[in-house]
C-alpha cells in the first residue's frame, strides 16, 4: 500500500535555471515539481502514474522511495513514513528505473547477492530466492557472466531481480521500459503482472498510453506537477470524450 | 556496521577488477616509477660523468709572460691550447661558442712576480655554459700556479710554510649517517606518498561516486536499505584502502631499486645505515601518518567527485585539490622548515617535516603526537563533512 498525500516537493530555482528558462521562470525563489499531489496504490492492483517527460513523475517516485523529501504533505508505503521510517520504507520496496545502472564488472549472480546482503537476507533466504527468479526469469545460463558481457536484454532481467529479490511488497517502477527493445519490456510487462497477482502493490509511471491500457488497474495524470486525473481505469475510460488514450490525454492535459 | 561491510567488500571486489585503475595504482608505482628513477639517476650520473670528461678549449693569451703557465696548463689533460688567437678576437670566440674560455696575461705580469708584489692574471668563460666547468678547470689552473710561485718565495725567503696557513681547521661532523639521509630523502618520500595516494584516492574515488552517476547505479544504492551514512563509510574506507596500498607499493618498489638495482654503487656502510632505518618502529610510524592523511584524501576526493555528473567533470573539479596538496608538501622541503609545536599543527607539511625526523631517526614525541592529532582531526571533520553533504539532495541530484 502506498499513500500519498498532498504531496509537494519545491526545487530551488537557480540562477542558470532562471537564464534558461528565459520568460517562463517562475517568479518566487522556488519551482514546485510536484504541487499538491494525493493518490493511493492498493495491493493486487497496478497504479499507473501517466505524464509526459518534465511532468513531476521522476520526482515523486523518487520521494516514494525516500531518495527525495517532500517539502510538505506525506507518504506511507507499508504503513511506514518516508520521511521518519525512511529505512523501513526502503526495505519494502524494490525501485527500477529504465536507465538504473548495473556493476558492468560484477556478475549477475554477485548484482543480485550484493542488494539481498544489503537487505539482510540470510545465505538460505538468498539461495531459495535465487533459485525462484533466476529460474523463472531464465537467467541461469549466464548467473556467472560478467554484467559486461551480458545483452540489454539479460541485464534486464538482472535488473529485475535485484529489485525484487527481498521480496518485497511494494514495487516501484520509473519508466521501466524507456529504451528497451518489444521482447525486454515484456519481461518488465510480464513482471508487472505476476508482482500484481502475488498481491503486491505496484506503481509504476509511462509516458507510453498502450502498456497504460494493457496493465493498469488505476490511473492518475500528473502534468506540470498536477494531477489532473485520479481514479480506476474503467472510471477513466467511461469518462473519455477522446477515441483514444492518447487524446484523451492530451485533450485533459491540453484543457489545462 | 553490517551494510558498511557488505559496500565496502562489494567496492573493494569492483576495484580489484578495475584493469585500468590496478595498472595505473599497482603498476606505476611497481614498475614504470623505479624504472624512471634508474633512468634519472643513470642519466644524471652519465652527465656528470661527461662533464668531468670533456675537453675544455681554450686561449692563453699572453702566456710569453707567465713561463711556467703553459707547464701547469698541460697538466690538465682535458685543457687543449687553441694556438694563434687574436687578443681581440677571444672575447667574441668565447661570445660565439667557438672558444669555452680563455687565460690573459698582462705584460707587467713577470715583473710583479719577481718583486715579490701582487700579479693579476684574468679568467675568461660564459657560466650559462655546462655546469661551470671551464670556469672550475681553469680557476684550478691558475691556483696551482698561484701555489707554485708563492712556495717558492717562501723557500727563497727560508721562512715556515705554516706562517701562511695560520689555521688548520679540522671538521667534525656530530650527524650521524642517518640523520643525513633522513634529511636527504625524508624530503623526498612525502611527495611521492603524496603523489601516489592522492592518484590513488582521485581515480579510485571518482569511480565510486561521480562513475556510479555516470553509470545510473547510484539510484539503485540510495533505494537499498543502506543508510547514506553507511554508503560513504563503505566507500571511503576502500579509497583509504586502496591509498594506502599505494603508498605501500611506491615504498617496496623503491626499496627494491635501491636494494638490486642501484645496490653495487652504494657504499656498503650506507647500504647498512639504510637497512637500519628500514625497521618496524619507523615503518610503523610512517604508516601511522600515513592513515589519517590517506583517510582525509579519501573524504575530501569523495565530497568534491559526488558533486560531478561524470568521470570527467570530477577529474576536472579535483584538480585544484592537488594543487592545495601540493603546496605544504613543497614548503616541507625548504631549508629551514622544522617540526616544532606549530608547524605539527598544519597538516600534510607536518607529515612532510614528520617523515624526515621519522626517518633520521631525531622525532621529538610531542611533535609526532601533534601531528597525529591533527591529521586525524583534519581526517575526521572531512568524513563528517562528507556525510553530511552526501546527505544533500543537491549534492546527488543536481541536475
Known amino acids: ?256 | 556496521m553490517g551494510r558498511t561491510l557488505v559496500i565496502a567488500k562489494k567496492e573493494m571486489k569492483d576495484t580489484l577488477r578495475d584493469r585500468r585503475t590496478m595498472l595505473l595504482l599497482v603498476v606505476f608505482p611497481m614498475v614504470v616509477m623505479p624504472a624512471l628513477m634508474l633512468l634519472i639517476l643513470r642519466f644524471t650520473e652519465r652527465q656528470a660523468e661527461s662533464a668531468d670528461a670533456e675537453y675544455v678549449e681554450i686561449a692563453l693569451i699572453g702566456d710569453e709572460y707567465a713561463p711556467g703557465l703553459r707547464q701547469a696548463v698541460a697538466a690538465d689533460t682535458q685543457i687543449v691550447v687553441v694556438p694563434g688567437v687574436r687578443p681581440d678576437d677571444v672575447r667574441n670566440l668565447i661570445r660565439r661558442d667557438s672558444l669555452d674560455g680563455a687565460i690573459v696575461v698582462p705584460s707587467d705580469f713577470q715583473d710583479r712576480v719577481d718583486a715579490d708584489a701582487q700579479a693579476s692574471m684574468m679568467i675568461l668563460f660564459q657560466s650559462s655554459r655546462s655546469f661551470d666547468v671551464t670556469e672550475r678547470r681553469l680557476r684550478d689552473v691558475v691556483e696551482a700556479y698561484d701555489d707554485e710561485i708563492v712556495s717558492g718565495r717562501i723557500s727563497r725567503l727560508a721562512l715556515d710554510p705554516d706562517l701562511f696557513d695560520a689555521i688548520d681547521t679540522q671538521e667534525v661532523d656530530l650527524a650521524t649517517l642517518q640523520e643525513v639521509l633522513g634529511q636527504q630523502v625524508g624530503g623526498f618520500l612525502p611527495y611521492l606518498f603524496v603523489i601516489f595516494m592522492l592518484t590513488a584516492a582521485m581515480n579510485v574515488g571518482i569511480d565510486l561516486s561521480a562513475g556510479e552517476k555516470e553509470r545510473g547505479t547510484l539510484e539503485t544504492l540510495l533505494s537499498s536499505p543502506a543508510t547514506r551514512f553507511e554508503i560513504v563509510v563503505g566507500k571511503f574506507l576502500v579509497i583509504s584502502l586502496v591509498a594506502i596500498a599505494s603508498a605501500f607499493a611506491a615504498i617496496v618498489s623503491i626499496s627494491l631499486v635501491v636494494r638490486f638495482g642501484i645496490g653495487e654503487e652504494i657504499p656498503p656502510e650506507i647500504m647498512e645505515v639504510i637497512w637500519s632505518i628500514l625497521n618496524v618502529k619507523v615503518i610503523a610510524m610512517l604508516a601511522t601518518l600515513l592513515i589519517p592523511l590517506a583517510a582525509f584524501f579519501a573524504s575530501a576526493v569523495l565530497a568534491i567527485a559526488i558533486m560531478a555528473k561524470s568521470f570527467k567533470e570530477a577529474q576536472g573539479s579535483l584538480m585544484p585539490l592537488m594543487m592545495v596538496v601540493i603546496v605544504p608538501v613543497l614548503l616541507g622541503v625548504l631549508p629551514g622548515m622544522e617540526l616544532n609545536a606549530r608547524t605539527a599543527l598544519v597538516p600534510i607539511l607536518n607529515v612532510s617535516l614528520a617523515t624526515k625526523d621519522v626517518i633520521s631517526g631525531t622525532i621529538n614525541p610531542l611533535h609526532l603526537a601533534i601531528s597525529y592529532a591533527s591529521l586525524f582531526a583534519l581526517a575526521g571533520l572531512s568524513l563528517w563533512f562528507c556525510v553530511k553533504w552526501f546527505s544533500r539532495e543537491e549534492t546527488l541530484f543536481r541536475n
Open chain 1, 1 to 256: 500500500m502506498i499513500r500519498v498525500t498532498e504531496l509537494r516537493k519545491l526545487f530551488k530555482v537557480t540562477r542558470r535555471m532562471r537564464k534558461e528558462l528565459g520568460a517562463s521562470a517562475p517568479e518566487g525563489d522556488h519551482i514546485a515539481a510536484v504541487d499538491g499531489v494525493s493518490f493511493e496504490c492498493r495491493p493486487g492492483r497496478v497504479f499507473g502514474l501517466i505524464g509526459p517527460n518534465g511532468a513531476g513523475k521522476t520526482t515523486a517516485l523518487r520521494m516514494v522511495a525516500t531518495m527525495l523529501k517532500p517539502s510538505s504533505g506525506s507518504i506511507t508505503v507499508a504503513g511506514f513514513d518516508v520521511v521518519r521510517e525512511a529505512q523501513e520504507v526502503r526495505s519494502n520496496i524494490g525501485f527500477l528505473t529504465g536507465n538504473t545502472g548495473l556493476y558492468d564488472r560484477l556478475t549477475a549472480t554477485e548484482m543480485v547477492r550484493y542488494h539481498a546482503d544489503l537487505h539482510g537476507m540470510d545465505e538460505e533466504q538468498f539461495e531459495e530466492r535465487k533459485r525462484y527468479l533466476f529460474a523463472t526469469l531464465g537467467m541461469d545460463g549466464f548467473a556467472d557472466r560478467r554484467i559486461a558481457r551480458l545483452s540489454t536484454g539479460m541485464r534486464q532481467k538482472v535488473s529485475i531481480a535485484r529489485t525484487i529479490i527481498h521480496d518485497p511488497p511494494v514495487i516501484v517502477f520509473d519508466e521501466p521500459t524507456a529504451g528497451l527493445d518489444v521482447m525486454t519490456s515484456r519481461a518488465i510487462v510480464e513482471l508487472i503482472r505476476t508482482s500484481r497477482d502475488a498481491g503486491k502493490t505496484v506503481l509504476f509511471s509511462t509516458h507510453v498510453m498502450g502498456e497504460v491500457k494493457l496493465l493498469c488497474d488505476d490511473i492518475a495524470i500528473i502534468h506540470e506537477g498536477r494531477l489532473y486525473f485520479n481514479g480506476s481505469k474503467d472510471e477513466f475510460e467511461s469518462q473519455m470524450t477522446q477515441g483514444t488514450y492518447e487524446d484523451e490525454f492530451i485533450h485533459l492535459v491540453g484543457e489545462a
